[in-house]
């Protein structure tokens, strides 16, 4: 597609919930990333992948949050047992590559703004 | 953690003014991005500047590097009302070779038609 999408726009659930939130980057990008956003404060890593592979997961909170992308394209990031904590904006972006010197722009989606109740 | 820290964090000019952010990191790094971000929206990648470059320039932006202070400037220069949002720098993390890139807390600019 023409830009990172990113669905749904808006999730309200119940704590205690399983939620899944999806992530379309820009056709042939190789490297996706998973960043969450709480009001006013700038993004915070969770997860990138290189290809189908997580490259760095170190920014997963805690075990209720997985994230997979199984042919290299289309990523979902899942949270189990939502707790109110887990409320912000999740983000997703796109790289073409990885380079060695870190020089990687990122392209971003709008983000699934995620409200736990 | 956060590698970047933006100052001021906040920051209200008006129309026709100049506005500058400054972001201090802590670690050598190869490059250093500076992104934008409307409200409720996604970040907007802006320029990107190498650690061998001092200074960087695209439209109203201007750059600057001084990696012996561990420290960037964005200037944006004839402000316009379209400028309010907020800017965030962002470093990679670790190795060169990571494709980890951490965000600093942002400055929220307003600018006043």
């Known amino acids: 597609g023409a830009g990172v999408s990113q669905t749904p726009s808006n999730k309200v659930t119940e704590k205690g919930k399983y939620v899944e939130l999806r992530c379309d980057p820009i056709?042939?990008?190789?490297?996706l990333y998973w960043y969450r956003q709480s009001l006013g404060q700038g993004p915070e890593f969770l997860i990138y992948?290189?290809?189908?592979?997580?490259?760095?997961d170190s920014g997963l909170p805690n075990d209720r949050f997985f994230a997979v992308r199984p042919e290299g394209s289309v990523s979902t990031l899942k949270i189990q047992r939502t707790e109110r904590g887990d409320s912000a904006v999740y983000l997703c972006?796109?790289?073409?590559?990885?380079?060695?010197?870190?020089?990687?722009?990122?392209?971003f989606g709008a983000g699934s703004r995620l409200t736990v109740l | 953690s956060q590698q970047g820290e933006e100052d001021p964090q906040a920051l209200s000019i008006q129309e026709g003014e100049n506005a500058t952010m400054n972001c201090s990191y802590k670690?050598?790094?190869?490059?250093l991005q500076w992104y934008r971000q409307n409200s409720g929206r996604g970040l907007v990648h802006l320029i990107l500047?190498?650690?061998?470059?001092r200074e960087k320039h695209s439209g109203r932006l201007r750059v600057t590097l001084d990696t012996s202070k561990k420290s960037s400037s964005l200037l944006i220069t004839a402000s316009r009302a379209a400028d309010t949002a907020s800017y965030f720098c962002?470093?990679?993390?670790?190795?060169?070779?990571?494709?980890?890139?951490?965000f600093g807390q942002g400055t929220t600019l307003q600018v006043k038609p």
């Open positions: 962002a470093t990679p993390s670790g190795s060169s070779n990571t494709g980890k890139l951490i």
């Open positions: 500047i190498r650690s061998n470059e």
């Open positions: 972006a796109s790289s073409l590559e990885v380079r060695s010197s870190g020089a990687n722009v990122l392209t």
């Open positions: 992948f290189q290809g189908t592979g997580a490259a760095d």
């Open positions: 056709s042939g990008h190789t490297a």
């Open positions: 670690t050598s790094i190869n490059n």
